[in-house]
Structure formats: structure tokens, C-alpha cells
């Protein structure tokens, strides 16, 4: 496994563990708040936020990024209340690009109730994915993201694999992307994943929009290309966060598209593997 593993125990409940006190030069960096994307547990958190939110304090996350389980329809004060209680907080929700479009106000109120300080458009659905549709769409991009700045919020882009495959007439969506939005109010949160799936050499990217991102998202990828654990993978998150003087990302939100019930165990292994990771 490429992640920086010297020595790597697995628990009975299956949680990885990565180096040893002492082993490690007394420089090495690690994380702080480790957060995770909601989507990950979506269908617990649809049944009973209250308790999810509960569940994923008591793991020892801090901060959450709401996205799937039907949290936009949900009492957004309650949130923010069981939030606060359980000393969590929200930087960022993920905002679909047709509720930008057409509930833009309702989107604003909805991240300052939450106390969320970045809006993150998550995906473009498969109308938008040509040169025709993408161009259409990149100037709203930048429109959201004047608008949310007038507004006092952030607005960043989710990167999945099409970004980087799709490429009409040899340029790819994402080099469109970088292209025709402004560096200084349209950021990216790069789904580090996602990336790699698509070929990606993940410490080029991370390189080419230092200063640019505001947050990875972090998952795992086995040797067949599924999603797995942050931990139980091939991915070397110690060698692209040694990056981040660089890149200066300061949110890293554990997502795992397709995490297996009960959800609780992946989540936990994610996040003790990210706790214990030193770069």
C-alpha cells in the first residue's frame, strides 16, 4: 500500500492504525479537525439525523459537510441546535446547481442557518456534461459565486471522474472549467478519489491549483478500483498532505460514495486512520 504505513495493525473491529509514538520524526504534521461528507451515511441520516449527528460526534469528527439524505427539506435550526450541543460544526453544505439556479435565496439561508461559510456545487448532472452544456454552464459558476460573495459566503466546485475523461475535442471539462472561472471566487474541493480514478496524478493537481482549494474529500481506492475505508486502500494520503504548505487546504472531509452498512465501522475506520496519520 502506497500510504505511509510502517506499521499497520488491524483490530479486531477492523480499524487501522498507522505508524508508532517515536517512530515517526518529531516534525511530522497531521491532521487536526477531520470532518466527513454526510452523503456518506445518507440513508441513517435521512431515518434519524439527531442520531447520526450523535454517532459521528462520539467517533471524534468535528466538523460535518451536509449533502444527500434529504437534508436540505429538514428543520435547519434543529440542526444547528443538535450541531452546537454536540460541538460540531458545518464549513460547508453541497447545494445543487438547480437550486442555485432557482432557489438561490432559499440556498443562502439555508448555509447561514446551518453556519456554513462555503457553498459546495457537488455535481452536473449528464445534460451538462458536453462542450455545448458545460460552456452553458461554467458562466453561472462564476455568477453564484459573486452572488455568494455578496452574500458573504464561499462558493467551490465537487469534482468527480468526468471532469477529467470527458474531453471534447481533446480539452477536458476540467481544464474548461479552470479557464473560464475566476480563481479568486470560484475554489475547488478536490475529491482526491475521484481524481485518481480518472487518472489523475492527484500531487500534479493538488500543485496546479494550490491556493485554490478548499477542501479534499478522502476515500480510499483498493487495487481494483472500488471505494473503500481511508486506510485499506492503495491511496498515499501522507505523501499528497505533505502538500498542503503548499496548497493550504484546511478541510478534510471523509466520503465514501458507496460505504457499506452499517456505516458506523467504515466512518470510524476513516477517521482513526486520518487521526493517526502523520506527513
Known sequence: MMTDRRTFLAGSAGLAALGVAGALPASAAQLGKVGIQLYTVRE????????TLAQIAKIGYREVEYGGGGYDSMDHAMLRKTMDRLGLTSPSIHVGYDLLLNKFDDSVKMAKTLGADTIVLPFMTPEHRTAEGWEAAL????KFARELAQNGLGFAYHNHDFEFTTKPDGVSLYDRFIKATDPKLVKVEID????IHAGEDAAAL??????????????????????????LGTIDFAKLFKLNSMAGVKHFYVENDESPAPYIPDITTSFQTLRKLRF
Open 44 to 51: 441513517l441520516f435521512q431515518k434519524d439525523p439527531v442520531a
Open 139 to 142: 458562466p453561472n459558476f462564476n
Open 192 to 195: 482526491l478519489y475521484w481524481a
Open 206 to 231: 493538488i500543485k496546479r491549483m494550490a491556493g485554490r482549494i478548499y477542501a479534499y474529500h478522502v476515500k480510499d481506492q483498493r487495487p481494483d478500483g472500488n471505494m473503500t475505508s481511508v486506510g
